[in-house]
């Protein structure tokens, strides 16, 4: 019977939206605030995401539901496609803007649910607003989204006007944000493409360039689904002379190739692994290597392994030699065993000792019985901490952290017993 009733009220839902779908979103507002019924009132609102508004009374009717209505306002929003409906837009998106300003740095947590709750939907809607009038590409929405560049916009809407500004794509905004770039943190020169891409490489190198300036140039380096782009993001994370850029055209590099994959991308890493081996974030190749070949039916080809041995034994980052026990581990790769065994034994960082440890758990099941000295006294507490008892006391029992931790015991119990 219940199923009934429910079934019934999906059907009235769906009539009711079906009927207002022909309605302007300025009747639909005074309709909403007219109803009679909740069932009523609930039809009307779900049917604010299939009206489109053509006027701008409608834009602005939009505006005011959306203070209550964010979900089902956005789904109306993006039906614009009428450039000339942008001016309305920003008149409604500059209220939104206005009503979180003041509050920006506030923690909204802490506010009163019904005002942080209006605080959050106007913040949504003037997200929503500005990617709009970036899709609009209307040229006369330029001066209105770069007024939200400004310092006091960071973190509030400046990545997203930048965005909509990119979208857009005057050449003159472009080179107005490179020039002005590093005034405003949150900022994307990414939606302009490789021209914007093109403009910060070449300025990356030139001579008397302020550390401040250069560290901002080099945040923009940011992948896309260009091939061009790729092949120069690769050239700059193999070749350019400044780590800073290596590192952030190699990170670039594994987004584009999260976006864009090519059989070459192995090809890239295995350049790329050696090279990187002692710059602070070369772990990054290693996690290229992760994505690349995640599974069996894609192995960490062989010769990738004496690379990995080597970041292994002689990076300079324990964080670098940490991932490339986890790469071994995860890839289960059997030939990594006398490494893995080394470093158990002789690495100076108990972190990486312990990845390594656990690398080699991963692919055969156990641990040796070898151990650093340092090891020792920490895996006698560890063994004798009540807390850590009770915690793997209520895993599962095939739990892998459970398995792992019963496996470490049983040796290291071992190990005691035979320099008794």
Known sequence: ?????????????????????????????????????????????????????????????????????????????????????????????????????????????KLPEAERTVKLNSLMSAHYMIAMLGDLK???????????????????????????????????????????????????????????????????????ITPKRKFALIEQIKASRSPERKKALKELALKHPDEDVRNRSGQAYLNAMLLNPEEGDSDFIYEWMPKSINDLNAGWSLTAARIYFP???????????????DVLKRAQFYSVRSDAADLFGLSKIKESLGNLEECILNDANSTVRGYCRHAYWQITGTIPKKYHPADIGEFEGML??????????????????????????????????EQK
């Not at 895993?395 to 019963?406: G, H």
């Open 138 to 208: 209307n040229k006369e929405s330029i001066p209105f989204l770069k007024q939200y560049l400004a310092p006091e916009y960071n973190g509030l809407v400046s990545y997203n006007a930048s965005v909509a500004l990119g979208k857009i794509g005057d050449e003159t905004v472009l080179n107005e944000m490179v020039r002005d770039i590093g005034r405003t943190k949150e900022i994307d020169l990414s939606a302009f493409g490789d021209k914007a891409f093109a403009k910060i490489v070449k300025e990356i190198d030139q001579p008397g």
């Open 1 to 109: 019977m219940n199923k009934i009733i429910i079934a019934f009220a999906g059907i009235l839902l769906f009539s009711g939206v079906c009927a207002q779908a022909g309605k302007s979103m300025k009747d639909l507002e005074k309709d909403i605030a007219q109803a009679k019924s909740t069932t009523t009132a609930a039809a009307l609102i779900e049917s604010i995401a299939v009206t489109t508004p053509t006027t701008d009374a409608d834009v602005a009717a939009l505006g005011r539901l959306m203070d209550k209505y964010p979900t089902q306002g956005q789904k109306a929003l993006v039906k614009i496609t009428n450039p000339k409906l942008a001016k309305p837009i920003e008149t409604e998106c500059a209220k939104k803007i206005t009503q979180i300003k003041a509050d920006k740095n506030k923690d909204w947590s």
């Open 295 to 309: 599974d069996k039916k894609r192995q960490l080809e062989k010769r990738f392994i004496p690379i990995v041995a």
């Open 384 to 417: 004798r901490d009540p807390m850590t008892a009770a915690f793997m006391n209520k895993l599962d029992a095939n739990s892998p952290d459970k398995l792992y931790f019963l496996e470490r015991k049983r040796v290291f119990e071992e190990f005691k017993r």
